[in-house]
């Protein structure tokens, strides 16, 4: 395993994969806000990351160590119920999307800027190493 193999830097690129895939879903039900019929998507997050192989207590504790990541991962993908329907049949809201959109926004900013603080620590250890003090 090489230095950028590592269990942090595996379980940030799950996490960022989950909220990706939550983005493109609310960023669909934005673009079909005025499609007849069309029906708010949505996935669990919480569970979308156990899926994706990282644990409550990881989540918790920081430390993403896993036991595997399917290659294959695909997120689980739900109608969401409980929205009020237009007369067109389409429950998108506009409002309720925005949200989304910033939260997911939010949550991606915080994946990169802990990968950004990753590889500055191997690069550290790169430019510092076989130098003493």
């Not at 899926?51 to 430390?63: D, F, L, M, Y």
């Amino acid at each position: 395993m090489s230095m950028i193999d590592d269990t942090m830097t595996e379980g940030l690129s799950r996490f960022l994969d989950v909220d990706v895939a939550r983005y493109r879903l609310v960023s669909a039900n934005i673009a079909n806000l005025d499609t007849p019929g069309y029906h708010t998507r949505d996935l669990d997050f919480r569970s979308e990351l156990v899926r994706a192989g990282i644990s409550q207590a990881e989540r918790n504790s920081g430390s993403f160590l896993y036991a595997s990541y399917a290659s294959s991962w695909a997120p689980v993908v739900r109608t969401v119920g409980g929205l009020l329907e237009r007369p067109d049949g389409n429950n998108v809201s506009l409002e309720r999307e925005s949200l989304l959109l910033a939260e997911t926004q939010m949550k991606y900013n915080l994946g990169v800027q802990l990968l950004k603080d990753q590889f500055h620590e191997i690069s550290q250890a790169i430019n510092s190493g076989g130098t003493s003090s």
